[in-house]
């Protein structure tokens, strides 16, 4: 059996403030980078290629091609299979953008889980009681009330009005 990698993407870019920058990954997560410690870990010279990515009217031409960041303004030399140069834009790998990012305090993120939670316990039920209602598992409420894995839709809506015996709304503003 072949295990299966999960490769971090970037599905999104949520917003950018300065040269910070939030970035909803495939797994759902908003994460923040903050580029000002980014750069100053990599300690950015003037000669190097990141060098105008340092001021701010560079910076904000950021846009999402290929689920990473990339920025156009800022051209790279690479040489193709053929032995030949050609001019790409400057990106940077997804997983080096997670790496150096942390969890974005998002609201909407953890408001499914919390939900949940609260209205488990207002019902008096265990997480095991809920799950059996619901018709899924402990560990899946679990997961879902500590926001450790995405819900699918009619999941969620079965947790609401069969386990909770709540009716299920949803309203996008």
Same mark, same amino acid.
């Given at each position: 059996? *072949?295990?299966?990698?999960?490769?971090? *993407?970037?599905?999104?870019? &949520?917003?950018?403030? $300065?040269?910070?920058?939030?970035?909803?990954?495939?797994?759902?997560?908003? *994460?923040?980078?903050?580029?000002?410690?980014?750069?100053?870990?990599?300690?950015?010279?003037?000669? &190097? =290629?990141?060098?105008? =990515? !340092?001021?701010?009217?560079?910076?904000?031409? #950021?846009?999402?091609?290929?689920?990473?960041?990339?920025? &156009?303004?800022?051209? #790279?030399?690479?040489? %193709? /299979? /053929? $032995?030949?140069?050609?001019?790409?834009?400057?990106?940077?790998?997804? &997983?080096?953008?997670?790496?150096?990012?942390?969890?974005? %305090? #998002?609201?909407?993120?953890?408001?499914?889980? +919390?939900?949940? +939670?609260?209205? *488990?316990?207002?019902?008096?039920? !265990?997480?095991?009681? =809920?799950?059996?209602?619901? $018709? !899924?598992?402990?560990?899946?409420?679990?997961? =879902?009330? %500590?926001? +450790? !894995?995405?819900?699918?839709?009619?999941?969620?809506?079965?947790?609401?009005?069969?386990?909770?015996?709540?009716?299920?709304?949803? #309203?996008?503003?």
């Amino acid at each position: 059996m *072949r295990k299966k990698i999960n490769i971090p *993407r970037i599905i999104k870019i &949520d917003k950018i403030e $300065g040269f910070t920058i939030y970035c909803m990954f495939n797994n759902g997560e908003i *994460r923040l980078v903050n580029f000002e410690q980014v750069f100053n870990e990599w300690k950015i010279k003037p000669s &190097d =290629l990141e060098y105008p =990515l !340092t001021k701010q009217e560079e910076f904000k031409k #950021v846009k999402l091609r290929n689920h990473t960041l990339s920025w &156009d303004n800022i051209e #790279v030399k690479l040489i %193709n /299979e /053929e $032995g030949k140069e050609g001019a790409h834009p400057y990106e940077l790998s997804p &997983d080096i953008i997670y790496n150096y990012s942390k969890p974005a %305090n #998002v609201k909407q993120v953890e408001g499914f889980g +919390r939900l949940v +939670r609260n209205a *488990r316990i207002k019902a008096g039920l !265990t997480q095991e009681q =809920l799950a059996m209602r619901s $018709g !899924t598992t402990r560990f899946y409420i679990s997961r =879902l009330e %500590n926001n +450790r !894995t995405d819900v699918e839709l009619s999941t969620f809506r079965k947790i609401i009005e069969a386990g909770l015996g709540k009716k299920f709304k949803l #309203v996008i503003e």
